[in-house]
């Protein structure tokens, strides 16, 4: 059974940076587009990155408007693992945030792309 296994969350204060790590276990990892979203109190879950398989030309990334600037999304296919950099958190941040996978069609923003899920790690930033 696939497992996607999410590390790194933590509280800091507005300002510091955190990485967030997904272990990717029994998935053809390289072929899937990986994404991490987040999920704060009483909200749906918001997307917040997503990477594609790496290509002739590297993988693509994409941002939410609200993390663009401040967060990279970046892979390891030797180590099956994706990686969220976070810098410049702002308490806004405060979530649980998910590890993601789907393949290559459908929306990479849209929730319902995504078939396998991490069981998600908390950040909370304090201002």
């Known amino acids: 059974q696939v497992q996607l296994v999410e590390s790194g969350g933590g509280a800091v204060r507005a300002g510091d940076s955190l990485r967030l790590s997904c272990a990717a276990n029994?998935?053809?990892?390289?072929?899937?587009?990986m994404a991490w979203f987040r999920q704060s109190p009483g909200q749906g879950r918001e997307f917040v990155a997503a990477?594609?398989?790496?290509?002739?030309?590297?993988?693509?990334?994409y941002y939410a408007a609200s993390v663009k600037g401040r967060f990279a999304i970046s892979r390891d296919n030797n180590k099956d693992m994706v990686y969220l950099q976070m810098n410049s958190l702002k308490p806004e941040d405060t979530a649980v945030y998910f590890c993601?996978?789907?393949?290559?069609?459908?929306?990479?923003?849209?929730?319902?792309?995504?078939?396998?899920w991490g069981q998600g790690t908390q950040i909370t930033v304090s201002s």
């Open positions: 993601a996978a789907s393949g290559t069609g459908g929306a990479y923003a849209h929730e319902q792309t995504y078939l396998k």
């Open positions: 029994r998935l053809t990892f390289p072929n899937y587009r």
């Open positions: 990477i594609t398989p790496i290509g002739l030309s590297g993988p693509t990334t």
